[in-house]
């Protein structure tokens, strides 16, 4: 190389050092503004903190592989050909300056097929991508445009993406205009060459100069803007993912009650959110790393049948916020808007899908906290409900149930400290609807035809589940301590649960304040019954039967396969077009069972649709809610008993002569 030469690339690595700088300093930025938030990472975001939070499993399969967007396999394919192009591209121009201490890079196999070959290639796929998603910002998808915000500054970006790409191409037809090729594998540049050489003749090697600039200049202004601008999200995403929690779901921070503990200081108090400030640092970071891409609102059941709520503007709104800098404008939580967040189902489905792993739903429930325990507002049937829960213990209003009813004409053991080996709890919606209550009749059927030691509490109860999700932590936690001072005092080990917002709570919300018990939903158990021989069922009919998903078993918890085994065992199993962690909701969850109306339909009417549809005779689930709500929807259609939870499918198949044994 010529010491012109030499001196353009020191020019441009100086140049390069300044773009640096300045993704640097944006870097800093987002991170001062993560930083005021409550404490998640430790205070300043400490390094130590924040290695014990790394999720390796999601940064590598979210962050790097970019696992999610694949989900839609087109938009997936070509961002992964497009990251892909990038990838060789940079690091062809990486090892480039290896050639400045002698080795040779451009020469022998590698220089061929990696300098060459490998970087055409790189360019061909990066340009294929920019053309797709810029023809889709002209003709964009409904969840691009979705609650009325729309992420500026990608098509800026993705314009001058491309006419870097094709700047790079532009000077290598020029450098191969003047220089004799050394392989034919610069395949377009050497399309390009002859037709430059014709058109400027000994002028290519000015042109060459010019464009080389051109090309560098472009790169650099790129770097240095990408921390100022959408951009981010390269950076942003793949560091978002890696601290994911490592349990799926929704994962609520518990709130301290002891004041006498924390002291006197009321910063450290926290009811919820109504400002950025209240929120969490891994909450901002979440709306930093956020696409607006809409993955969440096309999923979102409230969002899909016409409901306030659209969890891409809760997230896109707090960015806006986190942008300007409003940390104390308690206006946040009004321009949101009551009805919004309290039509949050909190399905996760929003968490399951986004792909750099931000939980939007996390962030909707800290503002209801705030609706719920700092201004005592909530939608009126949830408020009934939450009134009836502190003073009758269960959130039913208006039921003719009595507690005992459900075990009329059975002879059900109460539990024994020391002698039972499992708890079956019942739970309020087992004990108070009707409809549910064949629920726990025939999970009595199974266990007794197994022989399996088991027990029950003789007075109802409830965790606390539907106060925790309306956005009363503080009765949640008084319902759960005085549960688990009752279950320790009875010494339980074991429970097996007939409602999966009763396994969530027991599992993932009491060992916070103290459980520690074994939790299992009554599906697995069943499953685990017949595995083991211990549970004979006769042969499975010809019925076709289709399988809900709990979201609080799918998504929460990832429960998949174990009801299925028992759907197939009893009849032909055959899955709706959404199932597993792709499941739509019924509508129950978030106290939405005690509310849920308004929009252009009710949810659990939508996923009724979807699976008469499937051309089923049956509809199973595993949740007693989910068993309710689809149970009214089906009314809407059909006389006859379409829904059933997987106990009573299996109970229905136990022969006499194994009951009387």
């Keep these: ?84 192009g990038a990838l060789i591209l940079i690091f062809g121009h990486a090892v480039y300056p290896l050639s400045f201490i002698g080795i040779p890079v451009y020469e022998g196999w590698f220089g061929a097929l990696v300098m060459q070959f490998g970087r055409e290639i790189g360019g061909i796929m990066l340009f294929s991508g920019l053309m797709f998603f810029l023809l889709r910002r002209v003709f964009p998808p409904e969840r691009l445009v979705a609650g009325g915000k729309t992420r500026a500054g990608f098509e800026l970006g993705e314009i001058a993406l491309l006419i870097i790409v094709l700047a790079g191409f532009l000077t290598e037809g020029l450098r191969l205009a003047f220089e004799s090729p050394s392989g034919n594998y610069e395949f377009l540049g050497g399309v390009l060459a002859p037709i430059l050489h014709a058109f400027l003749g000994e002028n290519s090697i000015a042109g060459f100069q010019l464009m080389w600039w051109v090309h560098g200049l472009l790169g650099c202004a790129f770097i240095a803007l990408i921390a100022h601008g959408p951009f981010v999200h390269m950076i942003l995403g793949p560091v978002n993912s890696a601290l994911a929690n490592k349990r799926d779901g929704i994962n609520l921070p518990p709130i301290s009650f002891d004041f006498e503990e924390d002291g006197d200081d009321d910063a450290e108090v926290s009811f919820g959110a109504a400002r950025l400030a209240d929120l969490s640092q891994k909450n901002l970071l979440d709306a930093s790393a956020c696409l607006w891409c809409g993955r969440c609102h096309e999923v979102c059941p409230a969002a899909q049948t016409g409901k306030d709520l659209s969890p891409k503007k809760v997230m896109a709104t707090v960015a806006e916020y986190l942008e300007a800098g409003k940390f104390d404008d308690e206006d946040l939580i009004d321009v949101l808007g009551e009805d919004a967040i309290f039509n949050c189902t909190t399905c996760a489905a929003c968490v399951e899908e986004c792909p750099v792993s931000n939980n939007p739903a996390e962030t909707i429930l800290e503002f209801r906290r705030f609706f719920v325990m700092d201004r005592s507002q909530m939608p009126e049937t949830m408020a009934a409900a939450n009134r009836n829960l502190e003073s009758r213990g269960h959130p039913f209003i208006g039921t003719g149930a009595n507690p005992g009813d459900w075990r009329n004409g059975l002879n059900v053991p109460v539990f024994s400290p020391g002698e039972t080996e499992y708890l079956l709890w019942i739970g309020c919606s087992v004990t108070y609807e009707e409809r549910a209550q064949e629920v726990a009749r025939a999970m009595v059927k199974i266990l007794e035809a197994a022989k399996v030691s088991y027990g029950i509490f003789e007075e109802s109860r409830c965790t606390g589940d539907p106060a925790k999700m309306m956005g009363n932590e503080m009765q949640f936690v008084e319902i759960a301590e005085a549960n688990i001072e009752e279950f320790k005092e009875r010494k339980v ?21 103290g459980a520690d018990w074994q939790t299992i939903p009554h599906s697995v158990l069943i499953d685990r019954l017949i595995g083991e021989g211990k549970l004979q069922i006769a042969e499975k009919s010809d019925e076709k039967i289709t399988f809900h998903d709990p979201c609080y078993l799918a998504r929460h918890n990832g429960i998949l396969d174990e009801p299925r085994n028992l759907v197939a065992a009893v009849g032909q199993l055959i899955e709706m077009p959404r199932n597993k962690k792709e499941s739509f909701c019924c509508g129950a969850g978030g106290g939405n069972y005690w509310d849920g109306q308004g929009g252009t339909a009710r949810i659990s009417d939508v996923r009724m649709q979807e699976a008469f549809d499937s051309g089923a005779d049956k509809v199973a689930t595993s949740c007693s809610f989910c068993m309710l709500m689809l149970t ?12 059933f939870d997987v106990a009573e499918l299996v109970a229905n198949r136990i022969p006499t002569t194994t009951i009387e044994t």
């Design 632 to 643: 009214s929807s089906a009314t809407k259609y059909t006389e006859q008993r379409k829904v």
């Design 1 to 84: 190389m010529d010491k012109i030469g030499v001196i353009n690339y020191v020019i441009l690595g100086a140049l390069l050092i300044g773009a640096f700088a300045s993704l640097y300093l944006g870097l800093r930025k987002h991170t001062q503004r993560i930083a005021r938030g409550k404490s998640f990472f430790g205070n300043n975001l400490e390094k130590q903190a924040l290695l014990a939070k790394v999720n390796k499993e999601s940064f590598i399969s979210r962050g790097l592989m970019t696992s999610r967007l694949l989900k839609r396999p087109v938009a997936g394919t070509f961002h992964a050909v497009m990251f892909a």
């Design 493 to 513: 080990q074991k429970v097996i649960t007939l409602c999966a917002h009763c396994f969530n709570s027991f599992d993932r919300y009491y060992p916070e304040l």
